[in-house]
């Protein structure tokens, strides 16, 4: 018997963007997500959300928990996000840091899943956003404006991302999910401080996979998929191996019935099939080289993190030619692909202690 070819090996990546919720379902989210990915930002638009240091010493326990019942306790890393609120004073920041924290995440309020405790006048957080800079915590923006068209509101947030680039020099600031041109070109017009994640969807969909024919829920998140033109500018960023964008996968799951039903949430559970899909990817684009650098370097670099496989310790993952089909569901959710062929398998390689 021949051995399946190996597409490539990378140290075990990190994902900057991820929703792992709260609850019975934290610890399969944590599972799914643990399998392709060692370091994951957690997002704090759980219920309730996540804004003390005392709820991100909770939250970590519960995930540390969860990646032990898969014999990942040591390996797997959460890292923390506080949610900005009127409700988070200034003088939490500290505490908030010490607690495990490395950025915390400004949701415009109604914006997406969960914000309706999110901001509605950005100057009333300055003092948090200056205790932040003081502290050299990330500020992480879901950059959209709730009351523009729909399709507009990342572009008709980017001023604000621009005055507050502007009112704190030394900030870092995330542009979490950008979908759009717009936004690439605001981010090369920003100093070095200012960073991007990108999503899977965003690159691999556009809004005709959403609405064009039937209507696809599952590919229903906030920003939505925007024109071609627009996924054509994320591709290029990123195939050109942009210095400033990293991978942030916004995976979020919905249980089937939140999904497909008349008043749909936002989200796309990607966590499964992340890494195969960004692989091949890569792969299509003639740029399988770029990938490591995309998922495990320039996202730590950004955060000040050692990079993934800079340690001998460091897990290794394969991506082997070996192709499955994505399960029609992952506990109560459908991921992204689901019932589809991916090319890769991911197989996680021994660790040297
Ligand atoms: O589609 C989305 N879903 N976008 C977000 O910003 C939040 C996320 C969620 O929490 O479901
Ligand atoms: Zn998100």
């Known amino acids: ?54 709820d991100l010493r909770d939250y970590r326990a519960q995930i540390t928990k969860a990646a032990g019942v898969i014999g990942l306790f040591e390996e797997f890393t959460p890292l923390l996000t506080f949610k900005l609120g009127s409700d988070v004073p200034a003088t939490s920041v500290a505490a908030l840091k010490k607690a495990g924290a490395v950025a ?32 050299d915590l990330v500020l992480c923006i879901h950059g959209e404006d709730p009351t523009a068209f729909s399709l507009n509101r990342e572009a008709a947030f980017l001023p604000k ?18 979908t759009t041109s717009d936004a690439v070109t605001a981010l090369n017009s ?30 229903f998140c906030k920003p939505v998929l925007k024109a071609p033109n627009h996924q054509q500018a994320l591709v290029a960023a990123v195939l050109q191996g942009h ?72 897990p290794q993952v394969a991506l082997v030619a070996e192709p499955w089909t994505v399960p029609a569901r992952y506990g109560r959710v459908v991921s992204y692909a689901a019932g589809s062929t991916v090319p890769y398998r991911v197989e ?3 660790v040297q202690k």
């Open 1 to 54: 018997m021949t051995r399946p070819e190996i597409l490539i090996e990378i140290p075990k990546p990190d994902d900057f963007h991820i929703h792992l919720r709260q609850g019975a379902e934290l610890q399969q989210y944590t599972h799914d997500v643990a399998r392709s990915f060692r370091r994951v930002l957690a997002m704090p638009n759980t219920l309730p959300p996540l804004k003390t240091p005392e």
């Open 104 to 135: 915390g995440k400004l949701y415009p309020q109604g914006a997406t899943t969960n914000s309706e405790d999110g901001v509605q006048d950005l100057g009333e957080m300055y003092p948090l956003i200056e205790a932040m800079e003081a502290e």
């Open 161 to 178: 991302v621009a005055q507050l680039v502007q009112d704190f020099p030394r900030l870092r600031i995330v542009m979490e999910h950008i």
């Open 190 to 219: 920003f100093p070095d401080r200012v960073g991007a994640t990108i999503t899977l969807h965003h690159l691999l969909n556009n809004l005709d996979d959403l609405i064009g024919g039937f209507l696809n829920p599952h590919l």
């Open 243 to 314: 210095p400033k964008i990293f991978f942030g996968s916004d995976s979020a799951p919905h249980a089937v019935d939140q999904k497909e039903c008349a008043v749909g949430c936002a989200g796309v559970y990607t966590a499964p099939v992340a890494l195969p899909l960004l692989a091949e990817f890569f792969r299509a684009g003639d740029f399988l080289q770029g990938l490591e650098p995309f998922i495990c370097h320039r996202g730590a670099d950004f955060y000040g993190l050692p990079r993934a496989g800079s340690l001998a310790s460091d």
């Open 348 to 350: 996680t390689r021994e």
